[in-house]
């Protein structure tokens, strides 16, 4: 069991509240999965060459301005950071795959979690409530974000083992399930040269259908269609892209998941009671999605 | 006739499923007003006594479950496994259901008003369940015994592995499962039929039905078959 939630809201004043809004939800869900959380937030691009890069420490009092001066150094590029707890949200004129072979042979102490011009990635382990407060997921703004509440079954507890996992740029996967074949996905790729961060289950789909997009070049529709047949085990898979929030289930529709749709926001959750308190949701379209149907949801539209 | 209100915005569900186990006898309670439920599971779970319950809002999970005696209304929505397990009674939605209505149901009815989704009346073993709506795919798999009643359209694999529970559809039918398959309506359908829709207050014709019943030709060991049904 995990929780999954996702919020997208279609009026401009309400991406002020987002944070607000996604928090109740969130918290419900935790008891869905007690032992790690995450969300992906996607907020207003930044311009190019700009780009976010969400990081995170793996140890205490990690030197994030000795990150910044090498940088400086390296780059010669200012990186904006702002640090909260053992992560920071990054601004900086850098080029993803650069920067991230640059860290790595840097140093092992951080991370990065996401990268691309709007995604923020946050997850750690712990009790999805204290994360939330933590990291102060009831002040993120943006169009929309997706989020996850843990219950391991498949793979160990561990912060790079939290969802959303992400794969390339403004991209990120949640998944509540469990995959029957994630070491063929994962050998598969691998041929094509993909690396993987864990043997996490959920990581393995996240990669699987960013490759198909990046290499195939295809829509995120037709890498799940593809996912639907290479793809197999129990999912609820919720996507978040920077203009898009994707829904979708399994062919058994094993794993729940319900939609709340107004004129003011479409919500999505694992369970109605983590929507039940949300505003004007006694005269929100309610339906739970059917399996392997696509549902797509774009800011604006 | 005096309802009592409990209010889960004040007191919790055991809380309300306490008083729905030990105090109605004693209390002389034949009517409960649940207000407030928000969609929190577990909600009038294991009612052993002949009281009218209205729940007024979306529930959870598994509300009326192992129901006996009770007739539960829920003014709203379920999630999943509404009614599983129950004995006798009645649990009605006058919303839509998720997953599992009345999975495993021995006894009683349930109906639901909307639509019921996947794997609707699963292993039932007794249990009437009657639909206004449309119900998902595997509805009525390995359903042993009672009646499964659609007055709308049927997802893929209808009735798979079906024993000796029998299907009733009004409209069309994505696809059968395994060993499930179309059988002329005969009078006592009729009157089957036309008994489940006046229990449920649905006004249909019971000539507008089509049965689904076990081939049985899964009941025993088919080696020929290579495990290809």
């Known amino acids: 069991m995990c929780g999954i939630i996702g919020l997208m809201v279609r009026k401009e004043e309400l991406r002020r509240s987002l944070g607000e809004l996604i928090l109740p939800m969130f918290d419900c869900m935790a008891e869905r999965g007690p032992d790690s959380a995450g969300l992906a937030v996607f907020a207003a691009a930044v311009e190019p060459p700009l780009r976010r890069f969400s990081l995170f420490a793996t140890g205490s009092g990690y030197d994030w301005y000795a990150l910044a001066e090498s940088l ?40 990065i979690l996401s990268a691309g011009r709007s995604i923020e990635v946050f997850k750690d382990v712990g009790r999805p409530d204290q994360v939330a407060r933590r990291y102060g997921f009831a002040e993120v703004q943006g169009t929309h974000c997706v989020g996850h509440t843990r219950m391991a079954t498949e793979s160990q507890v561990s912060p790079a083992h939290a969802h959303p996992f992400t794969a390339g740029e403004d991209f990120c996967l949640v998944h509540n399930g469990s995959l029957s074949n994630p070491y063929s996905l994962r050998r598969l790729l691998e041929e094509e040269e993909l690396e993987f961060e864990t043997d996490n289950d959920s990581e393995s789909a996240c ?3 960013q490759w198909r997009m990046q290499r195939h070049g295809e829509t995120i529709e037709q890498a799940l269609r593809s996912a639907f047949e290479k793809v ?59 399996p392997e149907r696509i549902y797509m949801w774009q800011v604006g539209a | 006739m ?10 919790s569900v055991r809380e309300v499923n306490e008083y729905l186990h030990h105090r109605l006898a004693i209390n002389g309670t034949r009517a409960v007003e649940i207000l407030n439920p928000n ?10 006594y002949p009281v009218e319950v209205h729940v007024r809002g979306n529930a959870g999970y598994f509300i009326g ?3 006996q005696q009770a007739h539960i209304s829920v003014h709203g929505n379920v999630g999943w496994s509404v009614a599983e397990n129950i004995m006798s009674g009645s649990v ?29 009346g699963i292993s039932l073993k007794g249990c009437d369940v009657v639909v206004g709506g449309s119900v998902g795919h595997m509805s009525g798999f390995m359903a042993q015994a009672g009646h499964l009643l659609v007055c709308g359209d049927a997802g893929a694999h209808l009735g798979d592995s079906l024993y000796e529970a029998v299907i009733y559809v009004r409209g069309k039918i994505d696809s059968l499962g395994a060993d499930a398959r179309e059988e002329p ?45």
């Open chain 1, 72 to 111: 400086q150094r390296e780059f010669g590029c200012r990186a904006e950071l702002a640090v909260r707890d053992n992560r920071a949200e990054m601004i900086a004129p850098l080029e993803a795959g650069r920067f991230r072979q640059w860290l790595k042979a840097r140093d092992g102490g951080v991370r």
């Open chain 2, 39 to 48: 969609g929190m599971h577990n909600i009038a779970v294991g009612l052993d």
């Open chain 2, 65 to 67: 479950g192992m129901n």
């Open chain 1, 207 to 209: 990669r699987f259908l």
């Open chain 1, 232 to 290: 197999d085990g129990f999912y609820t898979f919720l996507i978040g892209t920077a203009r898009e929030l994707i829904l979708v289930r399994d062919a058994f529709a094993c794993k729940p998941a319900v939609v709340a749709e107004t004129e003011d926001y479409v919500a999505i959750s694992s369970e109605y009671r983590s929507l039940a308190h949300l505003p004007g949701v006694a005269n929100a379209n309610i339906f739970e999605p059917l």
């Open chain 2, 185 to 229: 309506m005969q009078e006592a359908d009729y009157a089957k039929v036309r008994e489940l829709l006046k229990r449920a207050a649905f006004e249909r014709s019971p000539r507008d039905f089509k049965r689904v019943a076990s081939a049985r030709t899964l009941y025993h060991w088919n080696s020929d078959a290579h495990q290809e049904y």
């Open chain 2, 92 to 120: 009605r939605v006058k919303g839509n259901a998720s997953e599992c209505t009345a999975a495993s149901g021995h006894g009683g009815l349930v109906v639901i008003d909307g639509d019921s989704s996947s794997r609707c």
């Open chain 2, 2 to 11: 005096t309802v009592v209100q409990l209010d889960l915005s004040r007191i």
